[in-house]
């Protein structure tokens, strides 16, 4: 467990500018920042950080929290992950008991993954610095021109030739043989026999945006043509490659820097290019271009150059991710390597500065990339107007309209080919875009329909989570201020009630709760904390463990940032109070017309059962003349 003192001490260490530069691009807007929001795909920053008061929000989807909930939130870790995140980004001692091995049993799967790789990654990287490793794994490395600082930015390492090796230490080290299985650092024969997965091979770990190890790649060193050339780990609870990038933990500052990011294919064009001095660079790690890590370049810059080598039939493959690129509003650039070359085998040629010379010297945008690809030589009428076809759909895919005329009009000039012509042509690929998304929608939905269980018409009471929500607000932003003086016990004692003691107490009355559990939990802790010194509702649940609380107490708080001066409710003693007393009235209202249409059903169902009816009735009655009391109270007219 992490104490108090220090979790305070991290607390206040964290700034939310920092935090959320890690993972987005902002820009100054006023006092506060923007950016791209990285919860959701966004054209327009929405993604709003204020560091006045340590929130991040997007107005859009409705994310954000502290620095402790973005984190937990974006790297999809536990409250503890993300505080001892922030701990190491602000190099804060944590000082915690070994874990016994029932303690370490007992850690979450996950967990136990990333424990695991990370030991895998060290123990891969000191094999390095074995007889071995100097005699067979460094070498190679020294072939591809990689220095020391390379190898130790990017954690290269050396799997032994002895296929248990790995295997054998890692169970002598304690882990436990599923979990070997699980990340995919090792597989079982068919003798049921444990075997490592990348002996005697060089290993290039895949590491997340934070510096997580999420899965290896091993090269193999030899010539032998039946054995494939890399080995990669297999899907995992912690690694789904749809979503990674190999090279994106070293290259994210560099991208947002230069506001540009370059694709290559392969681990070893990455770290060549990186050690030339072209830091902003990634790799799909020879995996087709995918959403996820489209969206991961995106946090970081709308600006993307995707580097070829000379193969022509590896381009035509990977074509279609310039397709996705442009759907998800990137600025393509295309860079055509001369024959011969990738971007390793250049990089050891040139010096950085050279290499980014060329790169900006022949890098040319996608229309002239294509056509010179698809129409080069070609005189065949159909071949030509196929790879019209193929070009324009490219532009048809851009969202940007002013950005899609542009290129529209330099395709005409290009092509040679009337623009009405081609603008026809687009319009086409865009309906018969917009029917396929919507079919899409439909087979999902009705997917979804086939799978959940038959609905339950909504009910008053589910309806009635609007007035719990303000009510609960007012906890949240006010709860420690005090709402009446003075009030006298039935011991004849006077006390002071603050904003949440007289909720609770209100409610506590007629035994009634919130319909969310949620909302029961944070009143109550509310209230606990009334006593305390300094206790503020607002710090205390934006600030709260339970992430859901804390998304849910920074949105209550944001709505207040949304409203002009103006609008604001003024939150005076007064005004206050009467604020707070007419929820609990409209509260207890919802519950009542709930209770009164339950009364009239089981007065129906009640059939001729008499005694049963006129008892039912009498009720119903009570709760017309109750209702009709809190309308008079609200200052509605009085219902008959």
């Given at each position: 467990?992490?104490?108090?003192?220090?979790?305070?001490?991290?607390?206040?260490?964290?700034?939310?500018?920092?935090?959320?530069?890690?993972?987005?691009?902002?820009?100054?807007?006023?006092?506060?920042?923007?950016?791209?929001?990285?919860?959701?795909?966004?054209?327009?920053?929405?993604?709003?950080?204020?560091?006045?008061?340590?929130?991040?929000?997007?107005?859009?989807?409705?994310?954000?929290?502290?620095?402790?909930?973005?984190?937990?939130?974006?790297?999809?870790?536990?409250?503890?992950?993300?505080?001892?995140?922030?701990?190491?980004?602000?190099?804060?001692?944590?000082?915690?008991?070994?874990?016994?091995?029932?303690?370490?049993?007992?850690?979450?799967?996950?967990?136990?993954?990333?424990?695991?790789?990370?030991?895998?990654?060290?123990?891969?990287?000191?094999?390095?610095?074995?007889?071995?490793?100097?005699?067979?794994?460094?070498?190679?490395?020294?072939?591809?021109?990689?220095?020391?600082?390379?190898?130790?930015?990017?954690?290269?390492?050396?799997?032994?030739?002895?296929?248990?090796?790995?295997?054998?230490?890692?169970?002598?080290?304690?882990?436990?043989?599923?979990?070997?299985?699980?990340?995919?650092?090792?597989?079982?024969?068919?003798?049921?026999?444990?075997?490592?997965?990348?002996?005697?091979?060089?290993?290039?770990?895949?590491?997340?945006?934070?510096?997580?190890?999420?899965?290896?790649?091993?090269?193999?060193?030899?010539?032998?043509?039946?054995?494939?050339?890399?080995?990669n780990s297999p899907e995992s609870l912690i690694y789904h490659k749809s979503n990674e990038l190999y090279g994106i933990y070293q290259a994210?500052?560099?991208?947002?820097?230069?506001?540009?990011?370059?694709?290559?294919?392969?681990?070893?064009?990455?770290?060549?290019?990186?050690?030339?001095?072209?830091?902003?660079?990634?790799?799909?790690?020879?995996?087709?271009?995918?959403?996820?890590?489209?969206?991961?370049?995106?946090?970081?810059?709308?600006?993307?150059?995707?580097?070829?080598?000379?193969?022509?039939?590896?381009?035509?493959?990977?074509?279609?991710?310039?397709?996705?690129?442009?759907?998800?509003?990137?600025?393509?650039?295309?860079?055509?390597?001369?024959?011969?070359?990738?971007?390793?085998?250049?990089?050891?040629?040139?010096?950085?500065?050279?290499?980014?010379?060329?790169?900006?010297?022949?890098?040319?945008?996608?229309?002239?990339?294509?056509?010179?690809?698809?129409?080069?030589?070609?005189?065949?009428?159909?071949?030509?107007?196929?790879?019209?076809?193929?070009?324009?759909?490219?532009?048809?895919?851009?969202?940007?309209?002013?950005?899609?005329?542009?290129?529209?009009?330099?395709?005409?000039?290009?092509?040679?080919?009337?623009?009405?012509?081609?603008?026809?042509?687009?319009?086409?690929?865009?309906?018969?875009?917009?029917?396929?998304?919507?079919?899409?929608?439909?087979?999902?939905?009705?997917?979804?329909?086939?799978?959940?269980?038959?609905?339950?018409?909504?009910?008053?009471?589910?309806?009635?989570?609007?007035?719990?929500?303000?009510?609960?607000?007012?906890?949240?932003?006010?709860?420690?201020?005090?709402?009446?003086?003075?009030?006298?016990?039935?011991?004849?004692?006077?006390?002071?009630?603050?904003?949440?003691?007289?909720?609770?107490?209100?409610?506590?009355?007629?035994?009634?709760?919130?319909?969310?559990?949620?909302?029961?939990?944070?009143?109550?802790?509310?209230?606990?904390?009334?006593?305390?010194?300094?206790?503020?509702?607002?710090?205390?649940?934006?600030?709260?463990?339970?992430?859901?609380?804390?998304?849910?107490?920074?949105?209550?708080?944001?709505?207040?940032?949304?409203?002009?001066?103006?609008?604001?409710?003024?939150?005076?003693?007064?005004?206050?109070?009467?604020?707070?007393?007419?929820?609990?009235?409209?509260?207890?209202?919802?519950?009542?017309?709930?209770?009164?249409?339950?009364?009239?059903?089981?007065?129906?169902?009640?059939?001729?059962?008499?005694?049963?009816?006129?008892?039912?009735?009498?009720?119903?009655?009570?709760?017309?003349?109750?209702?009709?009391?809190?309308?008079?109270?609200?200052?509605?007219?009085?219902?008959?």
């Amino acid at each position: 467990m992490i104490d108090k003192a220090t979790i305070d001490k991290i607390m206040d260490a964290a700034n939310i500018v920092d935090v959320v530069s890690e993972f987005v691009t902002l820009r100054k807007a006023g006092v506060n920042y923007k950016g791209l929001c990285p919860f959701h795909n966004e054209k327009t920053p929405s993604f709003v950080v204020s560091p006045s008061k340590g929130y991040c929000h997007c107005f859009s989807c409705g994310k954000g929290g502290t620095a402790v909930g973005f984190i937990m939130e974006h790297e999809q870790m536990t409250y503890p992950e993300a505080l001892r995140w922030l701990a190491n980004k602000y190099h804060i001692e944590i000082h915690e008991k070994e874990l016994s091995d029932e303690e370490k049993r007992e850690q979450s799967e996950r967990e136990s993954l990333f424990i695991i790789n990370n030991w895998a990654l060290q123990y891969f990287h000191d094999n390095l610095e074995t007889p071995e490793g100097r005699a067979i794994g460094k070498p190679y490395f020294r072939s591809r021109g990689f220095r020391d600082d390379t190898i130790k930015k990017f954690q290269l390492g050396y799997a032994l030739k002895d296929k248990s090796a790995f295997v054998k230490a890692a169970l002598k080290k304690g882990f436990k043989e599923q979990f070997l299985l699980d990340t995919g650092l090792c597989y079982k024969k068919e003798n049921g026999e444990l075997q490592d997965r990348y002996y005697g091979r060089v290993i290039f770990p895949v590491l997340t945006m934070t510096g997580r190890v999420v899965a290896f790649g091993g090269r193999i060193l030899g010539n032998d043509k039946k054995a494939a050339k890399y080995v990669n780990s297999p899907e995992s609870l912690i690694y789904h490659k749809s979503n990674e990038l190999y090279g994106i933990y070293q290259a994210k500052q560099a991208i947002a820097k230069n506001d540009r990011c370059y694709l290559v294919e392969g681990y070893i064009d990455v770290t060549s290019m990186n050690q030339s001095g072209v830091e902003n660079v990634v790799a799909s790690s020879g995996t087709s271009l995918t959403i996820g890590q489209i969206k991961l370049i995106h946090r970081f810059t709308d600006n993307i150059t995707v580097l070829y080598d000379g193969d022509a039939a590896g381009i035509h493959a990977s074509i279609r991710g310039i397709d996705m690129l442009l759907a998800d509003g990137m600025n393509v650039k295309v860079l055509l390597l001369p024959d011969g070359e990738d971007p390793d085998s250049f990089a050891q040629k040139h010096t950085s500065q050279e290499f980014q010379e060329y790169i900006k010297k022949h890098q040319t945008d996608f229309i002239e990339f294509k056509t010179k690809l698809l129409l080069n030589g070609v005189t065949d009428p159909i071949k030509r107007s196929e790879a019209i076809s193929s070009i324009v759909k490219s532009v048809s895919v851009i969202p940007n309209q002013i950005i899609r005329a542009t290129y529209t009009t330099e395709c005409a000039h290009r092509l040679g080919i009337n623009e009405a012509t081609l603008v026809s042509t687009m319009n086409k690929f865009i309906r018969g875009d917009i029917e396929e998304k919507r079919k899409e929608l439909k087979r999902e939905e009705e997917k979804e329909k086939q799978n959940q269980e038959p609905l339950v018409p909504p009910t008053p009471t589910q309806q009635a989570t609007k007035v719990e929500y303000l009510l609960l607000q007012m906890v949240v932003r006010y709860g420690e201020r005090i709402l009446y003086n003075n009030v006298e016990t039935e011991d004849g004692d006077t006390i002071s009630l603050n904003v949440s003691q007289y909720i609770k107490y209100d409610l506590d009355t007629d035994e009634l709760t919130f319909h969310d559990e949620k909302y029961n939990r944070m009143l109550q802790e509310a209230v606990e904390h009334s006593g305390e010194d300094n206790f503020n509702a607002e710090n205390y649940f934006t600030h709260h463990p339970d992430f859901e609380i804390s998304e849910l107490a920074t949105n209550m708080v944001i709505d207040r940032f949304q409203l002009s001066k103006s609008l604001q409710v003024k939150n005076d003693e007064e005004t206050l109070r009467n604020r707070v007393r007419h929820l609990i009235l409209d509260f207890r209202m919802d519950y009542v017309e709930q209770r009164l249409k339950e009364l009239q059903q089981e007065i129906k169902e009640a059939g001729n059962d008499m005694d049963k009816m006129m008892e039912k009735m009498a009720e119903y009655k009570d709760m017309q003349s109750i209702r009709n009391a809190i309308a008079k109270e609200l200052g509605n007219e009085v219902i008959i």
